[in-house]
């Protein structure tokens, strides 16, 4: 099992940028993949960023070049540097672990809301 608590969201007017920090309460290189999940009013959760444990990224085509996940194994935090952020960015943000123990297991953060301003 693990807690997550993400924490960096608020609003930003168009061309800015955010951080956003998601803390895991075990070590996330234990920890298969963490990612970042969004879902704005009226519309379906949908996968930001994903690292797993070996540190390999992907990101969805929509924020490429603008988002960039990373992790911190000393603090047990994943991160996403959002910049260039567009009114269309705004969404809640969820942080999310997927851990395997004979099957995926996956855990959520609460999310924190970004408002991107025009």
């Known amino acids: 099992q693990v807690q997550l608590v993400e924490s960096g969201g608020g609003e930003v007017q168009a061309g800015g940028s955010l951080r956003l920090s998601c803390a895991a309460s075990?070590?996330?290189?234990?920890?298969?993949?963490m990612g970042w999940y969004r879902q704005a009013p009226g519309k379906q959760r949908e996968l930001v960023a994903l690292i797993t444990s070996d540190g390999s990224t992907s990101i969805t085509d929509s924020v490429k070049g603008r988002f960039t996940i990373s992790g911190d194994n000393a603090k047990n935090t994943v991160y996403l540097q959002m910049n260039s952020l567009k009114p269309e960015d705004t969404a809640v943000y969820y942080c999310?672990?997927?851990?395997?123990?004979?099957?995926?297991?996956?855990?959520w953060g609460q999310g924190t809301q970004v408002t991107v301003s025009s």
């Open positions: 075990r070590r996330i290189f234990s920890i298969n993949a």
């Open positions: 999310n672990a997927k851990i395997y123990g004979g099957v995926y297991t996956n855990y």
